[in-house]
């Protein structure tokens, strides 16, 4: 017998006003998904609402725009709430969701402004059941995944130290670089953090999360380093065994054997890239958590991972770069980071 299909209302949709297969268009990865129906939008700006409508009046007929959230969830009773808003109004759009008997988050980074939100998030996601997928889209990319099983069969041995390039800040984007990196490692616990914030020109940018250098010590004795300056998504992983490089966000790698340097072997992950199909896999992991239980590939665990390294970061820099120990003692650090449109 076929199931329902999963009823979804989306928070802050200025980045889904076309149907075009792209990152941040979650309304297209909904429409790619046959078990999911998008019957609500919020959004604060009148013109996005309607513009939204219009987009995508053909695949949804019954859509209804609203400008205020708490009456969209009381309206349509969605079972996943797709958070695309600014992380200032994440926490309380999320927990609001779970009174109202949601069923699944996909929420957009960053998660939140301070480690304190976050945990709030978290605990009451898992209190009431709720499954979650952080839509930190790499791992749901294909070409990231295969580099990530090729790594732990043991192309270059056990990885020692992972190098992350061209982060351009600590929290809104940084999250995605934490997230890759620990991803290479093999998901291993981090125990410390030790940060150092770039300093700027524009001091008005000061509170809205600039770059920065960040080292993490794992739990196997390992390091992850990630840095501002390099060119796009990049990677170097140093194993016992070889080292290896990812290129232009994961669409080739290089690859040495100790025993071999003169040697490299290349692999070409263009072909796999296509058009964002991250996209609709995230929201078909969340769907199969809804369904059968189990955890996203971007879960819990990986959410707090990924947002606690950045806030680390700001309390080490306070500490001139001191060494922070996990989890984060000050959890009241908050960086409200770039403004999304949706404030």
């Not at 490089?245 to 100790?258: A, E, G, P, S």
């Not at 692999?267 to 958590?289: C, H, M, Q, R, T």
């Amino acid at each position: 017998m076929n199931q329902k299909k999963l009823r979804v209302a989306i928070a802050g949709c200025h980045r889904m006003l076309d149907q075009i297969n792209r990152a941040h268009n979650w309304a297209n990865a909904f429409a790619r998904v046959q078990e999911t129906d998008v019957v609500a939008v919020f959004d604060k700006d009148a013109y996005t609402r309607n513009k939204f409508q219009q987009v995508w009046v053909s695949k949804w007929p019954n859509l209804l725009i609203y400008d205020n959230y708490n009456k969209m969830l009381e309206d349509t009773n969605p079972d996943i709430v797709c958070i695309s808003t600014r992380q200032t109004l994440h926490e309380e759009q999320i927990i609001t969701a779970t009174n109202y008997g949601i069923k699944g988050i996909a929420c957009e980074k960053p998660f939140a402004t301070s480690l304190k939100e976050a945990d709030r998030i978290i605990s009451t996601c898992k209190e009431k059941g709720v499954s979650l997928a952080f839509l930190l889209d790499r791992r749901w990319m294909e070409s990231h995944k295969e580099v990530c099983r090729l790594i732990k069969e043991g192309i270059i041995g056990e990885v020692q130290t992972v190098v992350g390039y061209g982060s351009p800040n600590l929290i809104n984007h940084g999250c995605h670089w934490y997230d890759m990196a620990f991803a290479l490692s093999g998901d291993i616990e981090p125990i410390w953090v030790s940060g150092d914030i770039d300093e700027l020109y524009d001091q008005n940018m000061k509170d809205l999360d600039p770059p920065g250098r960040v080292s993490i010590k794992l739990n196997n004795g390992s390091f992850i380093h990630i840095l501002p300056s390099g060119f796009g998504v990049q990677f170097s992983v140093i194993g016992s065994e070889g080292y290896l490089v990812t290129l232009n966000d994961f669409q080739r790698i290089d690859y040495w054997k100790n025993n071999d340097l003169n040697n490299p072997v290349t692999l070409d992950f263009k072909n796999v890239v296509g058009d964002w199909e991250a996209g609709p896999l995230a929201i078909s992991d969340l769907v199969k958590s809804i369904r059968f239980g189990g955890k996203t590939a971007c879960d819990f665990e990986e959410t707090r991972r990924a947002t606690e390294i950045g806030f680390a970061a700001y309390a080490s820099n306070q500490e001139n770069s001191g060494i922070i120990t996990l989890p984060t003692r000050n959890r009241e650090i908050q960086v409200n980071s770039l403004p999304w449109g949706n404030e």
